[in-house]
């Protein structure tokens, strides 16, 4: 945080944001994240590590927020704009957040919620004016952010990273796609995982570059903002790659080579979150001209693996390590993989999460004894370059770039007083990379997928929802009468 304000400083007649048709300075942004700090800050001289959630569309306002909370010494805690209730109060409860920022729009959606939990509500254009007051001083290695992710269990965890963590996840990818204030990216991304906030939104704003937000990602506005010929980056999951070629193809023959000569403003577009199909790589790359260099990262180190900048990117690889960051592959028996062997990958460095906020026990399990996290993936080091094979566990889905748990929907379906048994699997799917699908066991056989996507609606934000389902007899068990997800994959 320090050095991002440091930054700041040096950058601050210069365009920081481009957000809802206006234009912020770096000084904007340091003069109005005072203000929330000092608002926040009200009678004392430091948060010490209170947790400050907020719920702001991607915007100048989420900026303000983040480095707000961060500069009075709390944990900031971004909220998902697009989760029900119940899953927000989960977040609030078990981040145990004393105050809640949000923006207009989502004042009346929460108050009543943040009343129940006797959380303080403010309206983020209410602290804007507050005169600032001196700000603390904080040590790089305190808890910075709370960002909530799926994993093989039930419910999410938070992922508990510090000021240090984050500005190395930050550093690392400055040098490695050398970003320099000349930069100009649009961020489309939802603004509670770390694609969005580190690598598109810290990056520029590190570097002193223009970092300019869509609320959402539309594809047709997408490429107009590629057609007004300023920007110099893009950063996407594979859908969304998949959707800007699907709205390509769809121009007249006149578009299309107006949309394709527009991309020459590019220096760099990366890929990630889930695996880069190749055709979506090469059908990308012959609209474009552009060849998308993959990455591969995770919520609890940021990025890890890279493609490099200016040599060869290798289509279904996603490179070599990013500087700083250590990378082993261990096999199920334990030992090292040796090329051509394929095994968990293991990451060390000062990228990798503190901890998982109150839950020591979880904590202690993703780490190896001698101090590895356990990412849980699986790859192999092929000819120099790694490359991902696939999870450990069938029960973690990435569907459109998220990380779903087959269990937490699961334990969902389960209180329905008409399913008696269920099973979730992730089908695969080039445009989604995977599909959430559901197996249904029903007691009462007029029980249809209509009624339970509606049922599920306030229990589920909608990337979690299942789109495919089948209604079966039985699940299929092995020999321990465990749910056999491999083998009921096969029924989809
Ligand atoms: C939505 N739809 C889906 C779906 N999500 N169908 C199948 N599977 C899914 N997952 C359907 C909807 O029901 C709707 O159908 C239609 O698609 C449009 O829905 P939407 O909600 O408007 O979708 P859209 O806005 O187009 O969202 C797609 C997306 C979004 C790709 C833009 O999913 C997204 O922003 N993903 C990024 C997530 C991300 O940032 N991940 C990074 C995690 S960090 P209908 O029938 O109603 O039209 C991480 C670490 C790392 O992973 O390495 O980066
Ligand atoms: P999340 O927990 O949401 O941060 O998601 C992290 C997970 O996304 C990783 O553990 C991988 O399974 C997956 N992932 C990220 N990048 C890639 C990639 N380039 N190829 C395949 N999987 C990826």
Request: proline fraction near 5%.
């Amino acid at each position: 945080m320090k050095k991002l304000i440091h930054n700041a400083k040096h950058f601050a007649d210069r365009t920081a944001i481009l957000s809802n048709e206006q234009a912020y300075t770096y000084q904007d942004l340091l003069e109005d994240s005072a203000s929330i700090a000092s608002s926040l800050l009200d009678k004392h001289d430091d948060l010490s590590e209170d947790r400050i959630a907020f719920m702001v569309d991607p915007s100048y306002e989420y900026v303000i927020c983040q480095w707000g909370i961060w500069r009075a010494g709390g944990i900031a805690v971004p909220l998902c704009t697009l989760h029900p209730l119940t899953s927000i109060s989960y977040v609030l409860e078990d981040s145990q957040v004393s105050t809640l920022l949000v923006s207009e729009v989502y004042r009346d959606f929460l108050s009543p919620l943040a009343d129940k939990l006797n959380i303080k509500l403010v309206l983020i254009q209410d602290q804007i004016a507050t005169e600032a007051k001196s700000l603390p001083d904080i040590d790089s290695s305190r808890r910075a952010m709370i960002l909530y992710t799926s994993g093989t269990t039930n419910l999410p965890k938070g992922v508990v990273t510090t000021h240090h963590n984050i500005a190395f996840q930050i550093e690392t990818l400055v040098k490695a796609w050398q970003w320099s204030k000349e930069d100009h990216i649009l961020n489309t991304l939802p603004l509670h995982h770390v694609h969005g906030i580190i690598n598109v939104m810290s990056c520029a704003l590190w570097s002193g570059a223009i970092c300019e937000f869509f609320p959402a990602f539309d594809a047709a506005a997408v490429w107009q903002k590629f057609e007004s010929g300023k920007l110099s980056l893009y950063m996407a999951v594979p859908t969304i790659y998949y959707k800007l070629i699907k709205y390509w193809k769809e121009q007249t023959e006149e578009k299309k080579k107006q949309l394709s000569a527009a991309c020459t403003s590019f220096r760099l577009m990366v890929s990630g979150s889930a695996a880069l199909p190749i055709p979506v790589l090469e059908e990308w790359k012959a609209i474009t001209g552009i060849k998308l260099l993959e990455r591969y990262g995770m919520t609890e180190i940021g990025m890890a693996l890279s493609n490099p900048y200016d040599a060869e990117r290798r289509p279904g690889h996603v490179g070599h390590p990013l500087p700083g960051v250590q990378i082993r592959l261990q096999k199920e028996n334990g030992q090292l993989a040796i090329d051509n062997e394929s095994g968990e990958i293991q990451i060390k460095g000062p990228n990798v999460f503190l901890e998982y906020w109150k839950k020591p026990e979880a904590t202690k399990e993703s780490f190896t004894t001698d101090g590895w996290f356990k990412s849980g993936d699986v790859a192999v080091l092929n000819k120099g370059y790694y490359q991902i094979l696939g999870r450990n566990s069938v029960d973690i889905i990435k569907s459109g770039g998220y990380k779903i748990s087959a269990l937490e929907i699961e334990s969902k379906l389960l209180d329905h007083p008409q399913i008696e048994q269920c099973g979730i699997v992730g089908i695969p799917d080039l445009e989604w990379g995977e599909i959430v699908s559901a197996a249904i066991v029903r007691n009462d056989p007029s029980l249809n997928d209509k009624e339970i996507t509606a049922w599920l609606t306030t229990k589920l934000p909608s990337y979690k929802m299942p789109r495919k389902f089948i209604f079966i007899e039985d699940l299929p068990k092995n020999t321990l009468g465990k749910v056999t997800k491999n083998k009921l994959k096969e029924y989809f």
